[in-house]
């Protein structure tokens, strides 16, 4: 599992519109090609009526999988363009699909490689990114008397608190990188005098709005 990655924040879409011809970039997560793909024909089969449906995808930790596709506009100036935004940008396991209804005006392939790449640029932009960081959630049991103590340093401290859990005892649920794991277990038993149990709890992705104020 990557320690961190971007990626599209949510299913989206935005429009612009170029010499006549609205281009409309969907934007969507995919953590499989079949799941891509899925997204593809489900944007094909909501435009049926369009003039093209490119799109392009990365998938896998290492971009394993890449792939793009021109639907019917020349060779190399709509799905190309529209990977290279996305590499770009350091996403990972998302997939863009222009739909493209041709206003009439033919643009040139220099035209085309700057049409689509702007609009999933400027899609990204709108919908915004998303850093998924790769976090421990530590639990932290304690009797009642410190509940108040342990709150208070913890929403001061550089962990993020992820919920209370109030039972027989008081529970803390803090977001942890792992590599600072031993270092939270060793500041909370000094910080209770060894009162408190630490535990080891999931790997979960947190996730931080990292969308960008421009190209």
């Not at 989206?12 to 997560?29: D, Q, T, W």
């Not at 024909?41 to 793009?68: F, R, V």
């Not at 005006?105 to 790769?134: P, W």
């Not at 649920?173 to 060793?186: L, N, R």
Request: proline letters at 1%; glycine letters at 8%.
């Amino acid at each position: 599992m990557l320690h961190s990655y971007l990626t599209v924040k949510e299913t989206g879409e935005h429009e612009i519109v170029i010499e006549k011809s609205r281009f409309i970039c969907h934007l969507s997560r995919a953590a499989s090609e079949s799941e891509a793909q899925e997204f593809i024909q489900k944007i094909k089969k909501q435009h049926w009526n369009a003039t093209h449906n490119c799109s392009a995808y990365l998938i896998g930790e290492t971009d394993q999988i890449q792939k793009a596709n021109d639907d019917g506009e020349p060779s190399g100036t709509a799905g190309v363009p529209m990977l290279e935004v996305l590499k770009k940008r350091g996403l990972k396991d998302t997939c863009a699909v222009v739909t493209r209804y041709f206003g009439g005006i033919k643009l040139g392939a220099g035209g085309l490689i700057r049409a689509y790449g702007k609009s999933v640029s400027e899609g990204l932009n709108h919908i915004g990114v998303t850093e998924r960081k790769l976090m421990r959630i530590m639990h932290t049991s304690a009797d009642y008397t410190w509940l108040g103590k342990i709150e208070n340093e913890l929403r001061e401290s550089v962990f993020l608190l992820k919920e209370i859990h109030y039972a027989d005892h008081v529970e803390f649920e803090t977001y942890v990188e792992e590599k600072d794991k031993e270092a939270f277990i060793k500041w909370m038993t000094e910080l209770t005098n060894g009162k408190s149990i630490n535990t080891e709890g999931e790997l979960t992705y947190l996730e931080t709005d990292v969308s960008p104020k421009g190209d």
